[in-house]
C-alpha cells in the first residue's frame, strides 16, 4: 500500500461574501488595478500618438536634414531594426560638373545603419580614414546618391559624410528594436 | 541570444495588454475577441523571431517562453499578489438580486453577458440568480437563488 507523502489540513481561508460564498474577492486589490489601468490607457494613445508622429522611426519627426556647401543629407534621425530606409546625398552644383565626385562615408553607415546598396554604384571604392570613399562619375547637377540602409542591430549609431574639400556632415541615428 | 530577450520582452508585453484588455480574452470572447488575440499574438511572432525563421530559433523562442511561464506559475503559486497581478482576483458581479455596479462598469461588464453565463446554467430568469461571480479566468459563475416553497 502506498503511503501518502505529505498532508496538510484544510482550512477556510478564502474570504466568504455574506458569510456564505468563498470567492476570494480582493476589491481594493481591483480599484488599485482600475486606476493602473486607466492610466495605463492613457500612456497607451500617447505612445501611440508619438509613434504617429514619428518619435519612433517612420514618420514626420524623423525626417531630418543636413547641408553644408557641397551638399544636402536626407535621412531618418530614428531607424528601425530591420527595416529598410534610404539615406539621400543631393549634390550641390558646384560640387557637381568635373565629370565626377568623391564621396567619403564614415564607417558606421556600412556596419551600424547596414549599408546594402548604393544607388548608383560607384565608379570606384577606396578604403581607409575609417571609411569608404566612392567616386562617382558625374555631369551637371542636380545629382543625388542613394545608401539602401536595414540596420540589423538596435543602438545609437553616429555616421559622417564628407566630399574631399568641404567640410564633414555628421548626425547621429536612433535605431529602435 | 536577441530571441530569447525578445521572448521574454514579448512574453511580459503580452502579459501586460491581455491584463488591460480586460478579463474579456479568457472564457467569454467574442469571435471578434477571438481575431485580436491572434492577431496581437501574430505580430509578437514576428517581433520574437526576428526574421530568422530556423527551427533552432523557434524551438529557442518556444522553450523561453514556456520556461518563463512556468516560472510565473510557480510565482503565482507562492503569491496571491502576483496571482492577483497576473490573473486578477475574483469579482462580484451581482450581489442578492442587485448588481454591483461599480465592479460591472469596472470590468465593462453588461447584463447580457451575465444572463448568457445563466442561461448555460438552464436558468432563465434574472431573478432566480443569487450571485454573479467573475472569475480569475474570465468565466462567470451563477449561484442560484434558492426558492420558497410554500
Known sequence: ?177 | MLTMIYAIAGYFFLMVTVRLLTRRPGAQMTMFEFVIVFLVGGVVILATTHGDRSITNCAMAILTVGLLHNFVAWLKARSSRVGALVDGTPLVLLKDGAWVDEVMRGMKMAPEDIMAAARMKGINSIFDVKYAILERNGTISIIKAKKDIA
Not at chain 1, 67 to 78: F, Q, T
Not at chain 1, 112 to 121: A, Y
Not at chain 1, 123 to 140: H, K, M, N, P, V
Open chain 1, 1 to 177: 500500500m502506498s503511503e501518502v507523502a505529505f498532508q496538510k489540513t484544510v482550512g477556510d481561508s478564502v474570504p466568504k461574501i455574506n458569510d456564505e460564498v468563498a470567492v476570494g474577492e480582493d476589491l481594493d486589490f481591483q480599484r488599485k488595478w482600475w486606476k493602473f489601468e486607466s492610466v495605463m490607457w492613457w500612456i497607451i494613445a500617447l505612445l501611440l500618438l508619438l509613434n504617429f508622429a514619428g518619435v519612433f522611426g517612420r514618420g514626420p519627426v524623423a525626417h531630418a536634414k543636413l547641408a553644408n556647401d557641397a551638399m544636402l543629407v536626407k535621412y531618418e534621425r530614428v531607424e528601425r531594426t530591420g527595416t529598410p530606409s534610404i539615406l539621400e546625398v543631393q549634390f550641390k552644383p558646384n560640387t557637381l560638373g568635373r565629370g565626377q565626385v568623391k564621396l567619403h562615408v564614415s564607417q558606421s553607415i556600412v556596419d551600424g545603419l547596414g549599408t546594402q546598396r548604393v544607388i548608383p554604384s560607384p565608379s570606384d571604392t577606396a578604403i581607409g580614414r575609417g571609411g569608404l570613399t566612392y567616386t562617382f562619375s558625374a555631369e551637371q547637377a542636380p545629382g543625388s546618391v542613394q545608401f539602401a540602409l536595414q540596420p540589423s542591430r538596435p543602438g545609437i549609431f553616429e555616421f559622417t559624410l564628407q566630399v574631399p574639400g568641404s567640410s564633414p556632415l555628421s548626425a547621429k541615428v536612433v535605431v529602435m528594436p
